[in-house]
């Protein structure tokens, strides 16, 4: 009896992959397993091999396997590329169409299912994927009654007989399965689930679902991978809600038209990927001048330039903190599970709110479309909070004064009025201005608007929830794992690993890059006999960033991996093994 | 409360313009229109980008919002979505419009939201000191271009007419009373109205000046049964006039963007509640198990 299996389903792309790691997926989770799918995909829309792992769990999982339990082939690339991660006790369930072939030193048994050929007695061919969801079942012992309801949901409009059809074909593969295992000992059932009610989402789903709970009502935005689910995702809600998606003609007119959303009063987002970001850069410099409050999603992928599009990478960091030229107030929040993504997501418009001042939320590819399993949102944990936004304004004794949009207080941060608001006219202006907004460039004035910008951030680390996330069970720790964004559920399981082996392992996961929770961080890196970052750049910018704000930097060692894929446990765990036997690591 | 004046819209900033700028008579006419109109300055967003014109929302006295070079119209755009009862005008140079925001400028025609876009056109970079201006003529000798331009000057009114533009009108900064009912007709106009302003740059322009223009311009209203709403017409006696005609080129009845925008609140957007009904987040929660 297991309690995770790890299935993959490969093929060439746009031939119902998806729909099979979908379907499949979408049962489990209703069967309360935790599920963490990747998939592995080339920018092609059609061919090119693509496949979709997923993670089947009784707890909770946040990462990537390097391994592999059953692997469900379509063709024969999908066997040569992937049987190397399957171990002994591993299945292959491969079309019988294609005359599947083991490779030689392959550790897991082939069985050869006539997927096409059960689909078309059903039906059509294209009810191969029903086929292969049945010889799973078979694989791990469960029955396939609890993919009815799916079944029911995606061909129900199409009438019972399709229904009927697909869940014979299902039937049909089940049984053939079932037949060609023989009596083969029960090593790949799975253990049963808890039957709890749970969602199943994208990273992506997340961001926008959490942006609609605050209140957001208007996207700007340019489709990119890994980004464009999210204004996908938001065109079809923010309607019901009298918003809308606007499809711009490039980054900059995004990220401009948010500003003007902003300005006038309504919380309005854009997301894009690096190279967007690249374009977006002045603007929201335009936001930190002004107090315009923004966010801005940033779902990483594999740069420079085009780079990797379709592969996770984490190498924005730098560009984030510092892209926009000048100085300016700006917040760099980075979520590292589909479940912050939602609560973050909202959260960042209050900051944005409250600060006057564009927000980064950050996030990688592996968090954007990795599909996970989320407890279900709670929509009383979202407040939302406006900040200084005046409904009326006293008229003023000088005629030709302007409402002092900003004033110099204490907090840095002045009162907004929103136009359309009566006595409230002021200018608002990219140059340095006055508290009314007039272009000046009086040094007394340039060094006070300054100032005043740069301390309204003085206390948002101490307010920010939780900007680290630490898991410390050691007070004195052989090693301090670092990192953000996806990468947290591979430190947490490499970090199970180690204490296996009684190494004392803690794990802060960075939650509010910029500014940078120097204080929050500093105890554990103290504690720490080595402190090793993970990061998925070639250059170690959140390491830099630590070195820069915390220090200590002879004990601060980068684990890198800019190859595309995301991290796996083992390499964590590996790479954590090298840093303590050799006091350095060169992978 | 009495109707507003142009007064009204004075604030006391004086421009930094060069004395005999062409912008302070548009400045004057903007001020002028809003009050024809009958707007008052709080229902006025003006959104202007950078260059000597793009100073004007410094010098209007209602909200104005002075942006980054060539970004005006998105941040109007964006104004304009989050609240569509402000009245929004965009402002700024022929560089800001045709060659940085070009993209732009061709997409809010074509996407039509209903925004009044008043470029002045000087034909020439007046803040950095005097370079080429996609709008400047063959030849125009500047210091980017010593021996004259030799790309062919964008024309702005047929690439309006191109882009599917709903208001297409072209005017000259000293003749404010034309100027002034041109602004007006664009603000009443729903949709997107573009004009383009001749507002000559005393400093860096010695070719096109207000002399040049007296000579070479021609009135529509003088040409004998001049059809504004007849697309092929305004084209063709654009293209016989070498572009320089001032007047309502065309004007086209479609609707809004905001008109078509599926399940867009009649009520502006920023004065909403922003709380999610709860069955409204259930349900949303819901599809995803
Ligand atoms: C991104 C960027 N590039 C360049 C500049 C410098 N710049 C400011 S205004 C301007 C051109 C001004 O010409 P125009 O738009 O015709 O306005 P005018 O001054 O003639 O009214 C340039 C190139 C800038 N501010 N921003
Ligand atoms: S330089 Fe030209 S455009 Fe600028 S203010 Fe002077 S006259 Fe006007
Ligand atoms: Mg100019």
Known sequence: MREEIIWKV????????????????????????????????????????????????????????????????????????????????????????????????SKADLHAVPFTEIAKEHGTALMKNMVAIGATC????????????????????????????????????????KDSLGNEEESLSLAAADGEKRMYMIGND????????????????????????IMEYLIKKLPDVGGTVIQTEDEIAA????????????????????????????????????ETPLVVVDTQRGGPSTGLPTKQEQSDLMQMIYGTHGDIPKVVMAPSTADEAFYDAAESFNIADEYQCPVILLSDLQLSLSKQTVEPFDLTQVDIRRGKVLDEVKEREDKNAYFKRYQVTEDGISPRVLPGTKNGIHHVTGLEHNEEGRPTEATQNRKDQMEKRMRKLDRLVERFPNPVAVNAPHEESDLLLVGFNATRGAIEEAMAELEKEGIKANHAHIRLIHPFPTEQLKPYVDAAKQVLVVENNATGQLANIIKMNVGQIDKIHSHLKFDGDPFYPEEIYQGSKELLEHESIHI | ?????????????????????????????????????GLTPE???????????????????SYGFHGTHGRALPIAQGVKMANRDLTVVAAGGDGDGFAIGIGHTIHAMRRNMDITYIVMDNQVYGLTKGQTSPRSDDGFVTSSTPDGSIEQALPPMETALMSGATFVAQSFSTEIKELTATIEAGIQHKGFSIINVFSPCVTYNKVNTYDWFKENLTKLSDIEGYDNTNRTQAMTTLMEHNSLVTGIIYQEDRPAYEDMVKGYDEKPLAHQDLALDPDYFESLVGEFM
Not at chain 2, 8 to 24: H, M, Q, S
Request: hydrophobic share 40%; net charge negative.
């Open chain 1, 10 to 105: 490969g093929g060439q792309q746009g031939e119902g992959i998806e729909s099979t790691g979908e379907i499949f997926s979408v049962g489990m989770n209703r069967l309360g397993y935790h599920l963490y799918g990747y998939r592995h995909f080339s920018s092609r829309i059609k061919g090119g091999h693509t496949n979709n792992k997923v993670r089947v769990s009784t707890e909770k999982v946040n990462a990537v396997s390097e391994e592999l339990d059953i692997l469900v082939a379509f063709d024969q690339e999908s066997i040569d590329v992937n049987y190397h991660e399957l171990s002994e006790g591993g299945v292959i369930i491969a079309d019988a169409k294609f005359k599947p072939e083991n490779p030689a030193d």
């Open chain 1, 138 to 177: 078979a694989v791990l012992r469960m029955e396939v009654e609890v993919f009815t309801s799916i079944i029911q949901e995606i061909f129900g409009r199409k009438g019972e007989d399709m229904v009927e059809k697909n869940m014979q074909a299902m039937q049909a593969g089940f049984h053939y399965m």
């Open chain 1, 206 to 229: 997340a961001i926008a679902l959490g942006a609609l709970a605050a209140g957001v009502r208007m996207m700007p935005a340019y489709p990119i991978t890994p980004a464009s689910d």
């Open chain 1, 255 to 290: 990220c401009s038209m948010a500003i003007g959303s902003n300005y006038a009063g309504v919380r309005s987002l854009t997301a894009s990927a690096g190279p967007g970001l690249s374009l977006m850069m002045e603007a929201i410099g335009l936001a930190g001048m002004t």
């Open chain 2, 1 to 37: 409360m009495s109707p507003s004046t142009f007064k009204d819209f004075r604030n006391n900033v004086k421009p930094n313009w060069c004395p005999g700028c062409g912008d302070f008579s548009v400045q004057s006419a903007i001020q002028r229109a809003a009050a024809n109109v």
């Open chain 2, 43 to 61: 229902d006025l967003a003006l959104v202007s980008g950078i260059g000597c014109s793009g100073r004007i929302s410094g010098y209007i006295n």
